[in-house]
């Protein structure tokens, strides 16, 4: 059973993040950047599958030389080989054109699944991973947290929690599955782990190698466009209820829900 | 490109959800200021009958594409159909919820129809006749205003329970349109072998109006005990930050933040929750925002229209007794 699992880096959840003085993007130096906490899932899913069915685990990343760490961890988790699409061009990219080159990097590559994670920590956007199986016309299976691979390696079931219900859902694969917390608790990278990572192949990949056309991608490139990026907006000053006992405090936080907030 | 605002309907077994007449009031809205119709798009078995209550919202024109294939929704048969009709028709925009549904749904038809796709939106306005869109990125410490650029139609979804759903009017009728489409079984691609239904009866975080959420100042998961009371007695949903769910005490599907559920209650009511920044990001769009914990400098206070200093043990169930005078 071969695996993709596509790896976004992105900065640590703990991380402030200051707006470029052009209004249009994040101040990118400072920031700790970690594998997309989603990304870890698919990691560890498909050691576990491969530990099971034997076969190959492959980490594509796309961005910048520093996402070569974040691939390097995944190896040391115990994938075999890296990816990484890296071309200047590729710089400001929206998810339709990240997906684009994501999924005519995997396109040649020999896969039963390919994990995503539900959504990025940064973009919040959620729509690679669904973008990628369709490119590639297989079925995606979304924000999943448990699965099980048929005997046979050719086919999966999958619980994919909805509001209010869990829909047991079955695919042939090839499919794309996204991960969600709850799908398995990721291993720690061990220390002849890091070792080994050293020397497994981490292959570089530009737009040009792909054979694609850098105009449709970049900032130039993006579908959607953003005009501003601004700090959250301000919420009006908290009130402390005061009272000397738990009971008026809690008196008259019921009085403010009620006659200010409205709630009840 | 031609005119007109597309809405897509999210139906369960037939009944249509909420989500469904936030994103149809929204889309009247916007459509009312481009002077354009609003066509609602119903997928279903059987659902013509719910076009009525539609056009009652704002739908101009309800387009029903009904099959018994499209009854349970799956991404192939949803995808195959939306993006006929829509290469069909043109809109200029679709729009929908950011619920499970509409977030898988959205992510693959803007793939398909090659377009530009904004997610969990909590503001779309219009300029120049494009829509505008805010959204929260990086958990909600900043927050992205887009647009779409050479991108057709202009595709968005809007975050549950954010945006407000017009009075319904009675008198307003939506013209009922057949859909012509063309379904192959290949296009169906996964199947619903079966929906495990939560028989708690508990409405879905995502969806709830009030929510009363404990953290590790809970203690252990049988002190949730009296978080569920307040919680009946107003009509809220429990949840837990990640240190309650890693521990143990609750469920995965009860997280609110980063990696968890992101939540917009009119209610929050935080229990024994420090505040750390990947919690707030997941109910920081939440309207009454309330914190109960025993340490005044808790980072939870500073996102709080209310908070109380106090031993949650004292002050929850007091707040239950008291909240019962003004129900
Ligand atoms: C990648 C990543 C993703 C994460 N994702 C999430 C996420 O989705 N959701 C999430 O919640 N966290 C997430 N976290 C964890 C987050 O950083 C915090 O560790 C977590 O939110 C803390 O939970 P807590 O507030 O319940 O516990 P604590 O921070 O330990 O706070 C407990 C609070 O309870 C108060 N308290 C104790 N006893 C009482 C009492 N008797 N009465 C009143 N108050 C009392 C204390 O004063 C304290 O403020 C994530 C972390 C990482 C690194
Ligand atoms: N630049 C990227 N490189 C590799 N994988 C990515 C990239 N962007 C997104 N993905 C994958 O798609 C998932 C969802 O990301 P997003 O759609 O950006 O929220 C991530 O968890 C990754 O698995």
Redesign the pocket.
Known sequence: MNIIVCLKQVPD??TQIKIAPEGKSIVKDDIKWVMN?YDEFGVEEALKLKEKFGGEVTVVGLGPKRVTESIRTALAMGADKGILINDDALEGSDSFATAKALATAIKDLDYDLIFTGQRG?DDDMGVVGASIAEFLGIPQLSVIVKMEVAEDGKSLTAHRPVEGQVLVIESSLPALVTTQKGLNEPRYATLPGIMKAKRKPLEEKTLADLGLDPAQFGEGGRKVKILEITPPPKRTEGKIVEGETPQEKAAGLAKLLHEEAKIF | MAPGVWTIVEQRDGEIRKITYEIVSEGRRLADELGQKLTVVLLGSDIKDKATELGHYGADRVLVADDPRLGTYTTGAYVSVISQLAKAEEPAMILMGASSQGKDLSARLSARMGAGMAQDCTAFSLEDGNLVAIRPTYAGKAYEKVTFEDSWPQMATARPNVMSIAEPDTSRSAEVVDASFNLEDSAVMTKVVEVRKDESGKIDLTEADKIVSG???M?GPENYKILEDLAEVIGATVGA????VDAGWRPHSD??????KVVSPNLYIA?????????L??MSTSKVIVA????EE?P?FQKADYGVV????EVVPALTEEVKKYL
């Open positions: 959840t703990e906490p920590v | 953290g590790r100042g203690k930050s990640r240190s309650a997280q609110v933040g980063q990696t968890g229990c024994g929750i420090s505040g750390a920044i990947q919690h990001a997941g109960i914990n025993k340490d808790a939870i106090g031993d949650l043990f």
